[in-house]
C-alpha cells in the first residue's frame, strides 16, 4: 500500500509564493518519476511540472520562470516552489509518483491540494 500526502496550499496574493511538498509513504522499493498537476474549475487536468529519478526537469510553459520542483529521495518527497504567482494559477493541485513496490510498477495520486490567487 502506498500513499502521498500533499501539503502546503492555501491562499495567497497575486505576486506571492507557496511551496507545496508531497511525501509518499508505505511498501516503497524506488520511486521514479515524479510530477506536479493542477486542475482547476470546468478545466481539465494538466501537467505542471516533472522531475526523474536523476533530476532532470520539466515544466508546462505557463509556469517556466516562477516554479521550480525538486525532490528529496531520501525522504520520498517533492516539492513545488511557486513564486510570482497569478489568479490564473487557481487550482487543486495534485501530486503523482510512479512508484515500484515488489516488482509492480503504478501511477499513484495524492488526495490534492488547494491554491488561490486571489486579492
Known amino acids: 500500500q502506498v500513499q502521498l500526502v500533499e501539503s502546503g496550499g492555501g491562499l495567497v496574493q497575486p505576486g506571492g509564493s507557496l511551496r507545496l511538498s508531497c511525501a509518499a509513504s508505505?511498501?516503497?522499493?524506488?520511486?521514479?518519476?515524479m510530477s506536479w498537476y493542477r486542475q482547476a474549475p470546468g478545466k481539465q487536468r494538466e501537467l505542471v511540472a516533472t522531475?526523474?529519478?536523476?533530476?532532470?526537469?520539466n515544466y508546462a510553459d505557463s509556469v517556466k520562470g516562477r516554479f521550480t520542483i525538486s525532490r528529496a529521495n531520501a525522504k520520498n518527497t517533492v516539492y513545488l516552489q511557486m513564486n510570482s504567482l497569478k489568479p490564473e494559477d487557481t487550482a487543486v493541485y495534485y501530486c503523482?509518483?510512479?512508484?515500484?513496490?515488489?516488482?509492480?510498477?503504478?501511477?499513484?495520486w495524492g488526495q490534492g491540494t488547494q491554491v488561490t490567487v486571489s486579492s
Open positions: 503523482n509518483a510512479r512508484i515500484r513496490t515488489d516488482g509492480l510498477v503504478n501511477d499513484y
Open positions: 508505505g511498501s516503497i522499493v524506488s520511486i521514479y518519476a
Open positions: 522531475i526523474t529519478s536523476g533530476g532532470s526537469t
